[in-house]
């Protein structure tokens, strides 16, 4: 494939170290990923490893009777196909699109013979699969001991991290599906943070109006996760992620998009990046979880 900037839109790939992402990179193939698309099914081998660009996906316990609750969501932060280079080759779980965006695919093998490799790779992946447990650790408890409300708070602002966007289509049915609880509780919680002006819901739409007033609503455990994919994962420079104009230019989510970027005469270091991004959002309404919402 050609390689360029957008590629390294996911996180974990902008994390490696430029010999093995060059490696890596011949055989990264951009992907169409649907709503409902199934990334992996229960007790199946896994073909394929899957970097989520602005594509989110759902990690579910799939239940004998097909009913199914999510214990994880995977954005651009990480990778689906974990068990691939744990050396499971397959999961009792599935994992769904749930909000349609694309995303890079590659070979089990090839993602697998590079883990063995034991280079920057190996150690990225192994930081981020430790994230990925307490978020699913985090997310039984959750379920089990917090409301409708503070269980809405806490998926929706992790959906915002992952997708790295306010705005993004999810039905009511489909999140008391996720969270295993009834339609009808969720239509009310939704009800209530949209009265309070957090959110606003209109046909499958959900917008986040206020992640403040979200993270003041929710219990800790959107907090605990957050922690741990900061103290984790790598920073990383602001041209991780870019979004895309009417006339198909590209922008970083950060800038105004009614205002192009000037190309820069010489390429910024990290640090400098870092120190721009946080000069040009807003702290509390910067999604950028990695690099703005220090403490």
């Not at 994992?95 to 150690?123: H, N, Q, W």
């Not at 922690?227 to 950060?254: D, H, M, V």
Request: aromatic share 6%; hydrophobic share 40%; with cysteine.
């Amino acid at each position: 494939m050609i390689v360029t900037a957008a590629t390294r839109q996911n996180r974990l790939l902008g994390a490696i170290p430029t010999a093995e992402y060059d490696r890596l990179s011949l055989d990264l193939e951009l992907v169409e990923m649907p709503t409902g698309f199934v990334v992996y099914d229960s007790d199946r081998a896994q073909r394929h490893a899957y970097f989520p660009v602005d594509a989110l996906i759902s990690i579910q316990c799939v239940m004998r009777n097909g009913s199914a609750g999510e214990t994880a969501i995977v954005g651009n932060e990480g990778i689906v196909g974990v068990s691939i280079f744990m050396g499971g080759h397959s999961t009792p779980g599935r994992a769904v699109v749930k909000c349609a965006g694309v995303g890079y695919r590659v070979k089990a093998l090839v993602i697998r013979d590079e883990f063995d490799r034991g280079g920057s790779l190996m150690r990225v992946m192994l930081r981020y699969t430790q994230a990925l447990l307490t978020q699913i650790g985090q997310t039984a408890v959750c379920n089990r001991h917090h409301s409708i409300d503070e269980q809405l708070c806490r998926g929706l602002l992790l959906s915002v991290d992952s997708k790295q966007a306010y705005e993004f289509a999810m039905t009511h049915e489909l999140i008391a599906n996720l969270l295993g609880v009834r339609r009808e509780g969720i239509s009310e919680s939704a009800g209530r943070l949209q009265k309070a002006g957090f959110i606003r819901y209109h046909r499958g739409l959900m917008s986040v109006i206020d992640r403040k007033g979200l993270l003041q609503r929710s219990c800790e455990c959107y907090a605990v996760i957050q922690a741990e994919y900061r103290r984790l994962l790598p920073r990383l420079p602001l041209n991780g992620l870019i979004t895309r104009t009417r006339e198909g230019k590209s922008l970083p989510t950060w800038l105004p998009q009614n205002k192009l970027p000037e190309t820069p005469s010489k390429m910024a270091v990290a640090g400098e990046q870092q120190r721009d991004l946080k000069r040009q959002c807003h702290p509390a309404d910067c999604v950028d979880t990695v690099s703005c919402l220090e403490p």
